[in-house]
């Protein structure tokens, strides 16, 4: 079942819009050389926040505004994109933001966050380790905790998914990174409302690839840890919710390595001077991985974030690997 209706896609697609206009698609032919595909890549780099997400959080707090007008404040857990999202749309809707990230989360997104307003506090070592937290400072604050994952937060994202498949006609296949899902499935239901064929395949980590084993068990399988530098797609625990949609609309999901990631944020500079972070790049390296199975097809890429910190993106230029020992 829809968790929203082509309409109300295309409603939330309008009120976004006013703050995030339509991002670019292009098909970048040096990536097609790379590739063997046509690529086409959707730039949710060119956000007001670096990201995707933005939309997802002013959709988010649209609905909140309007149906739990008593509330004063939120609080919420993030890698550093969703946080932005959140304190720039909270500050739009005159709310208090509170934003928990784990210990030695980027320097330049925690910088971010708090540009937008949000008061930012470091706990634990991961982002289900800053859940935890940011779930306990809501219950003893009074403050309203602003999930990861929610039909509103994926219809906002869904609008990227809505531009793209109306601006580029018969994809074959469209790579999309996993974090806690709201970007995959954002895709899966604009593909299904608009009655697309295109086959939709996640990315993982293959140090954090909970979602591809959860995806295979065909139930929530946590791990005990994750350890990649592509801290969007670093998460131990799937949502269930997410899993369900993924599972019943996703083609597969790809793992693919750190090495291959930071192949791919080289890829996007050289190719198209665009900056890509792990997340964002790890679609891309999805597609280099099949560059096989996916030569001549008209292929999708999700860009969905380029915000990576200044010495790691140095580093990788260089051709470090992202922990500076050489590739």
Known sequence: MALFTLSELEAAADFVHVTVPQTPQYAWPLLAKRTGAEVWVKHENHTPTGAFKVRGGLVFM??????????????????????????????????????????????????????????????????????????????????????????????????????????????????????????????????????????????????ADAYALSFEAGHVVPVNSVNTFADGIAVRVPDAEALAIIRRGADRIVRVTDATIADAIRAYFQDTHNVAEGAGAAPLAGLMSERDRMIGKRVGVILCGGNIDTALFCRILGGLSPDGGRV
Do not use: W
């Not at 309007?66 to 994109?81: E, L």
């Not at 909270?90 to 937008?116: C, D, Q, T, W």
């Not at 994952?149 to 990174?177: I, M, N, S």
């Open 62 to 207: 649209d609905e909140l505004k309007r149906t739990r007008p008593d509330v004063t404040g939120v609080v919420s857990a993030t890698r550093g994109n969703h946080g932005q999202s959140i304190a720039l749309a909270a500050r739009r809707a005159g709310l208090r933001s509170v934003i928990y990230v784990p210990h030695g989360n980027s320097i330049e997104k925690n910088a971010a966050m708090r540009a937008f307003g949000a008061e930012l506090f470091e706990h634990g070592v991961d982002f289900d380790a800053a859940k935890e937290a940011a779930q306990a400072k809501a219950t003893a604050e009074g403050l309203y905790f602003v999930p990861s994952f929610h039909p509103a937060l994926v219809k906002g994202v869904a609008t990227y998914a809505l531009e793209f498949f109306r601006a580029v006609a018969d994809l074959d296949t469209v790579y999309v990174p996993i974090g806690l899902g709201s970007g995959i499935c954002g895709v899966i239901e604009a593909r299904d409302l608009l009655g697309l064929k295109t086959k939709v395949v996640g990315v993982v980590s293959d140090q």
